[in-house]
Structures are given as C-alpha cells and as structure tokens.
C-alpha cells in the first residue's frame, strides 16, 4: 500500500525509519525518585549505554487522575498494589515543570534527545517551548482524541503506544493524525501492565499496522529482558522504548518492571548484531562462502583412470566434494562425450576436459 506517513524522519541529526538502525528511548519514567539530580544521573548513563533518547512523563496528578474514580473500583493490577490511593502515587512522582527546562538543556548538553509524554495541555505548550524534538502519546490517551489532534497540530514527530486498545481506536487515532498533516508517526504495539507477559507481546501486530497504516513501526515494552524488542526489531519495528532503573528493588512504582543500564546497553548491542544479521533479503554467496560454496559441494570425478578419446559413460564418473568440476546437475549433458585427455581416479572432470 502507498504510505500514509513518511517512511522516514530526522530527530535532530538521527535518521528513524527505513534502512536506519534502531532508535532506543531510554524511559525514566519514575525512576528519577524525585531529584533532578538523579533524572540528569539517568541521562547520562543513557547515553553512556547507548540510548538516542533520554524520556520524562509531564503530567500533574489532579490533571491525571481522579481520587473518587480510583476509589470507587477494587483493583488487581499494578495501581492495586500500590496499597495507597492512586493520586498520591502519581502526586509523588510528578516530574516539577521547573525542572523541565534544565533537563532538557541538560541532555542536549552531554548529546542525547530528551522526550517526553505530556499528559496535559499546559505541558504539551510548555515542552513545545522548549524545542522538543518528538512527542510520546501514552496509551492511556488514545481515545482522547481532542488531545491526540492538539499534538499533531504542534507539527512535530509523534510515537502514538497502543496498548490496551482496538484496531478500530488505534485507526482513530491515526486518523486524528493524518487529518492535521502531519506525516511524522511512529506506530508502537504496546501491552499496557506493568510487568507485562510475553504470551501477551503480540508482535505480529506489527504486520497488521504495517499493511493497514503505512507508519513506521516501533514497540514500547514492559516484558522482563530483550525478548519482545528483539522479535520486534526481526518484523520490521524501528523504534524500541524501554524503562531503565538503576537498581529494581528501589522503592517506586516503576522500578520493578524496568531494565537495568547492563540490561539495557546488553539489548542494544544485541539489537545491532540482530540489524547486521537481518541482512538485505537478497538471496546469494556471501564473502565467507567463497571456500565454502566449493569445498561442500560436489562436482563430477573421474571414478576410474580414462583414456584419451573414450566416451564417458556412467560408470565413469562419480559425485564428489569438492566442486571443482562439473556440477551434477550437467551429468546427463556429458554422458557419451569423449575425453581430451588420460585422467587420473579422483580428478575433477571440467568443460575443457571434454568434446
């Protein structure tokens, strides 16, 4: 199908998309435990490791959540593990506007692309002052579409998460966004739980909105390890996100679910080596064949000493490694040809050998 989106984009000097490498969004998330000092540790070690981006979550807990809503259900997933109201969680791991500029500049300084997904309006505008380079749409706003159209009006790149969601909201959503003119999207499956499990990952889905949407591909993961972006990555995903932590048994809601900086540099590495062996899809020899496409094959031998002048018959010819003669495939070709020369047991017969 014909692309609705480009197939590729620029985040400052970062190519995403087709026949580039995979682009790696370090999520802080949480993570940060309430210190800026500790968010900028974060980003450094991202970019130590490997990361492109270094990524916040801007939002404000009244904008986000509602204490009575939250009360009012008897939750089994991660928000009911909490053991505390909900909108205290997400009060304490507010990421302060007033830090949002420095972080910025900060990873811009030390040269990794900060991100961020703005849950609000007032951060939307306020991230969009400070020259963000891509938007993140969580997946819990796919279906506020209103907010979906505010972004993509902003012009920039946007990387829409679909967990937890239809096809049919995950087309209204990208419709939201092509209506607006904006072609920057990276499409990313995502399991919304936190951790999530890998009967779950779903990573064909890939291949659906590959087909239906025309976007380039990404996925934002909560499976333990690099499994799931691995299988990714093999389908065609361009853009992998991940939590990051220092340690996972820090207290926080995202700690637990999130990789370590080893983990985490350990995936991108492999991911290249997954990139160098994914190949080009073309079919032939490769360099280190060349001895190889010889020495295990067969080629057509004399199986006994041949007189100059006699007819080949065969009994007198064997399938032998190496392929230093004729290849098998021709044997009915020479049968009854005669030879130029006496030939030993065992030597190759060739083309020039015969007449």
């Known amino acids: 199908m014909k692309n609705r989106f480009l197939p590729t984009f620029n985040i ?3 190519k995403i998309g087709e026949d580039a490498p995979t682009y790696f969004i370090a999520e802080i998330g949480a993570n940060f435990d309430g210190s800026i000092e500790k968010a900028k540790e974060y980003a450094r070690l991202a970019k130590k490791i490997g990361a492109d981006c270094a990524k916040i979550q801007s939002f404000k807990a009244d904008k986000i959540v509602s204490r009575r809503g939250f009360a009012s259900m008897k939750l089994k997933g991660v928000h009911g593990s909490w053991k505390r109201p909900v909108d205290e969680v997400f009060r304490e791991v507010e990421f302060a506007r007033a830090w949002h500029k420095e972080f910025f ?3 811009w300084s030390i040269g990794i692309t900060p991100s961020a997904a703005a849950y609000d309006y007032e951060a939307v505008d306020l991230v969009d002052k400070l020259g963000i380079e891509f938007y993140k749409i969580g997946s819990g706003d796919i279906t506020w579409l209103d907010m979906i159209e505010y972004i993509a009006k902003k012009g920039k790149p946007i990387f829409l998460a679909t967990g937890a969601s239809t096809l049919a909201e995950v087309n209204e959503a990208v419709c939201t966004i092509e209506a607006t003119g904006n072609k920057n999207l990276v499409l990313m ?10 009967e779950s990952a779903n990573i064909n889905v890939l291949n659906t909105y590959r087909e239906a949407f025309g976007a380039i591909l990404g996925y934002s993961d909560h499976t333990p390890d690099d499994v799931v972006p691995l299988g990714a990555v093999a389908l065609g995903a361009k853009v992998i996100e991940k939590h990051i932590t220092l340690d996972r ?3 926080g809601p995202d700690h637990p679910h999130s990789m370590t900086f080893e983990e985490f540099g350990r995936m991108i590495k492999r991911t290249r080596e997954l990139e160098s062996a994914l190949g080009t899809g073309r079919k032939e020899v490769v360099a280190e064949e060349s001895e190889t496409v010889i020495v295990q094959r067969r080629g057509l031998t004399a199986a006994r000493d041949l007189k100059k002048g ?5 009994s007198d010819i064997v399938e032998l490694r190496p392929a230093l003669g ?3 495939k ?3 070709v020479i049968l009854g040809k005669r030879l ?4 030993k047991e065992g030597e190759p017969i060739r083309w020039e050998d015969i007449v």
Do not use: D
């Open 340 to 343: 130029k020369k006496n030939m």
């Open 326 to 328: 004729i290849y098998p």
């Open 12 to 14: 400052g000097k970062r």
């Open 249 to 251: 048994s820090l207290s």
């Open 189 to 198: 499956q995502c399991i919304t739980n936190y951790p999530s499990k890998f």
């Open 310 to 314: 006699q007819s080949l018959k065969k």
């Open 105 to 107: 500049e900060y990873c």
């Open 330 to 332: 021709y044997k009915a």
